[in-house]
């Protein structure tokens, strides 16, 4: 139920601000309808493969445009931006450089002493991104070395 009305008031909220096109609304879709984070050309191949020719340039401009009306977030990787719903609660990442993994973490004592330093320093926070990098589990337990 509450993802159909945050669903209801995304579109409101599109339509207000701007032309919701078909292409747009399909990428919206796909970011809306999992809990991955996406990149450009993810998205292209998953939208292509349901039958949505979409090139890659469209995909790019709708989630500029998405991203822009606040209806998804992006996060900046060393090689790109992953893309994911702005309706979750805040939370930061954990990023595998074997897999290229991403988790999902919130932590209360982190989000404390950021508020700490911030007003330590007299600065203004507007918001901010804590981006871990490191090897997963999995990759551990995989037994991988080289790509550790």
């Given at each position: 139920m509450v993802l159909m009305v945050a669903m209801i008031m995304i579109?409101?909220?599109i339509c207000i601000m701007k032309r919701l096109t078909?292409?747009?609304?399909?990428?919206?879709?796909v970011?809306?309808?999992s809990n991955r984070h996406w990149d450009a050309e993810e998205l292209a191949r998953a939208l292509n493969e349901d039958g949505q020719q979409l090139g890659i340039a469209t995909v790019y401009r709708g989630l500029a445009a998405l991203e822009a009306a606040g209806l998804i977030k992006s996060i900046q990787l060393s090689d790109k931006k992953r893309y994911e719903?702005?309706?979750k609660d805040h939370h930061d990442h954990m990023v595998c450089t074997a897999?290229?993994?991403?988790?999902?973490?919130?932590?209360?004592?982190?989000?404390?002493?950021?508020k700490q330093v911030v007003q330590e320093e007299s600065?203004?926070?507007?918001?901010?991104?804590?981006?871990i990098f490191g090897?997963?589990?999995t990759c551990m337990n995989d037994g991988d070395k080289d790509n550790i």
């Open positions: 579109m409101v909220i078909v292409q747009r609304q399909a990428i919206l879709d970011i809306s309808h719903r702005a309706d897999c290229g993994a991403i988790e999902e973490f919130c932590d209360s004592k982190i989000e404390v002493r950021q600065f203004h926070m507007t918001g901010h991104q804590l981006l090897i997963c589990k």
